[in-house]
Antibody
Framework: EVQLVQSGAEVKKPGESLKISCKTS????????IGWVRQKPGKGLEWMGI????????RYSPSFQGQVTISVDKSTNAAYLQWSSLKASDTAIYYC??????????????WGRGTPVIVSS | DIQMTQSPSTLSASVGDRVTITCRAS??????LAWYQQKPGEAPKLLIY???SLDSGVPSRFSGSGSGTDFTLTISSLQPDDSATYYC?????????FGGGTKVEI
């Protein structure tokens, strides 16, 4: 079965670091881009960035460039989203999502269930 | 960046109604537009891609149209299960953007 399984909810303090994961299975991980989408409480969807696992080419939304790091581990078929210093404004649900097809048509046909992140002192 | 503007932000309708949601791009995106449905507590679900292509398993009461800058998502006969928030997303170039969402209440 093709699926994206995200890591569990996190509660962190401002200034702490965090790395959340998206473990994939059931398809050729290296050949599909995988992206991250933020959803703040009660708000809409925001595209953060996307990575191509085969060569780690990464594209970031200007709003998130320098704020987060997207990476992959091809040995475990997992994608990651990390922060070096969290802020309260990073409180949100973070989804990983995979395009429906290999290639660069970036509409997302497969989604993880989301990782809630709460940042509070 | 390409901005995506959805309208209305909320709509109330009855079972069986025909419902139309509009998405406008700040510049031409050809037909590189997708529509998603999101229910509370769930991840978004792809409904339509390339402006008018129905994803596998999506009921035929959903349809999409448009090209260039103006797009619509239509639900031909609203069902109770369609209560959700709907988002458009453009995917031209390397920067993706979502619309602000339309909440459909039944």
């Amino acid at each position: 079965e093709v699926q994206l399984v995200q890591s569990g909810a996190e509660v962190k303090k401002p200034g702490e670091s965090l790395k959340i994961s998206c473990k994939t299975s059931g398809y050729n991980f290296a050949t599909y881009w995988i992206g991250w989408v933020r959803q703040k409480p009660g708000k809409g969807l925001e595209w953060m960035g996307i990575i191509y696992p085969d060569d780690s080419e990464t594209r970031y939304s200007p709003s998130f460039q320098g704020q987060v790091t997207i990476s992959v581990d091809k040995s475990t078929n997992a994608a990651y989203l990390q922060w070096s210093s969290l802020k309260a404004s990073d409180t949100a649900i973070y989804y990983c999502a995979r395009p429906a097809l290999p290639g660069a048509d970036w509409y997302f046909g497969l989604w993880g269930r989301g990782t809630p992140v709460i940042v509070s002192s | 960046d390409i901005q995506m503007t959805q309208s209305p932000s909320t709509l109330s309708a009855s079972v069986g109604d025909r419902v139309t949601i509009t998405c406008r791009a700040s510049q031409s995106i050809s037909n590189w537009l997708a529509w998603y449905q999101q229910k509370p507590g769930e991840a978004p679900k792809l409904l339509i891609y390339e402006a008018s292509s129905l994803d596998s398993g999506v009921p035929s009461r959903f349809s999409g149209s448009g090209s260039g800058t103006d797009f619509t998502l239509t639900i031909s006969s609203l069902q109770p299960d369609d209560s959700a928030t709907y988002y458009c997303q453009q995917y031209t170039g390397f920067l993706l953007t979502f619309g602000g969402g339309t909440k459909v209440e039944i």
